[in-house]
């Protein structure tokens, strides 16, 4: 899956709102008459400028040499658009688009905060906090708490692999790692697993 996938996906949704309006009455039923009209242009618009700002976080990470630090994070979005029963169903129109933009776009702004290396400057000048904060609203609870749980534990995850890329690359340790042994061809995958825990608990992993 890419951006123009996401176009596409988009695209249908907003000519499925067109015929429903599924997702103009939603909002109808909580917002006075005067501000329903801003509310589904701010939705609209939330949603379909998601495509271009992650090409940009994209070709942005790509031009300054960073893009394997955040590929796992561009996988997370790409997997959370092609999961079609997310925490709002896609089959909901619109209105099923509104936890995959919010999470893409809450990923493209840690992205966008991170640093240029060897600089201070942040990767991209963009500032997407209030919008995104004004979609978490609309999302409300449970599903907003559940979906900046996944952003957490994505970057936690990303985080630890980081940490451990640093360690490993670190030459005192590669030299200790020649001694360390690799693993028999031979052995059982039960084995294997068994192997790795003797060895990561006597590194103090585990």
Known sequence: M???????????????????????KLIAQTLEPSHQEDCFNFVKNYIQMTPNLIDIAYNAAQSH??????????????????????????????IGLCDDAYLSLCFIQEI????????????????????????????????ATNLDQTIAQTFSSLTIQNTLATLFSHPALQMGMQNFGGFNSGMSQYEIDREVDIRLGSMGVV
Do not use: H
């Not at 123009?4 to 599924?22: A, F, G, M, P, V």
């Not at 997370?76 to 999961?83: H, L, N, P, V």
């Open 112 to 143: 966008a905060s991170s640093r240029i290396p060897n600089t201070n400057k942040p990767l991209i000048n963009l500032d997407l906090r209030n919008s995104n904060q004004i979609m978490r609203s609309l999302i409300g609870e449970p599903i």
């Open 2 to 24: 890419n951006t123009n996938d996401l176009r596409r996906i988009i695209s249908k949704s907003i000519d499925k709102e067109n015929k429903t309006k599924k997702l103009f």
């Open 65 to 94: 040499g960073v893009l394997q630090n955040f590929q796992p994070i561009f996988n997370t979005i790409f997997g959370y658009w092609s999961e079609e029963y997310d925490f709002i169903p896609d089959s909901n129109g619109m």
